[in-house]
């Protein structure tokens, strides 16, 4: 599976930016995918997944409430909508996803990435 980040930018505290990730299958027989972040020093770090075939969701605690995993079939395309952004989410996201067999997206390694993409959130 190819992944392929789009959307990241620059945006004051409070604004919003939607985050795309096109998928070379379709995203639906794809087992799981997800969003991750890292920041330079630190290690990577799940913000939400979804199911691929029964559409469940997780969130972080700290972004619960704020960002929202949508998908387009017809786009292979997975969304991650970012509204309330504040300065700690600044970060290079990464698409992932996992192929298939049993996955816990919070332990279980993903098998693909994408090429990552910044959001940075400043005044």
């Known amino acids: 599976v190819q992944l392929v980040e789009s959307g990241g930018g620059s945006v004051q505290p409070g604004g919003s930016l939607r985050l795309s990730c096109e998928a070379s299958?379709?995203?639906?027989?794809?087992?799981?995918m997800a969003w991750f972040r890292q920041v330079s020093g630190a290690e990577r770090e799940l913000v939400a997944a979804i199911g691929g075939r029964d559409g469940s969701r997780y969130y972080e605690d700290s972004v619960k409430g704020r960002f929202f995993l949508s998908r387009d079939r017809a786009k292979n395309t997975l969304f991650l909508e970012m509204s309330s952004l504040k300065p700690d989410d600044s970060a290079m996201y990464y698409c992932a996803a996992w192929g298939d067999g049993l996955v816990v997206v919070t332990t279980t390694p993903p098998d693909y990435w994408g090429q990552g993409t910044q959001v940075t959130v400043s005044s």
């Open positions: 299958e379709n995203i639906f027989d794809i087992n799981a």
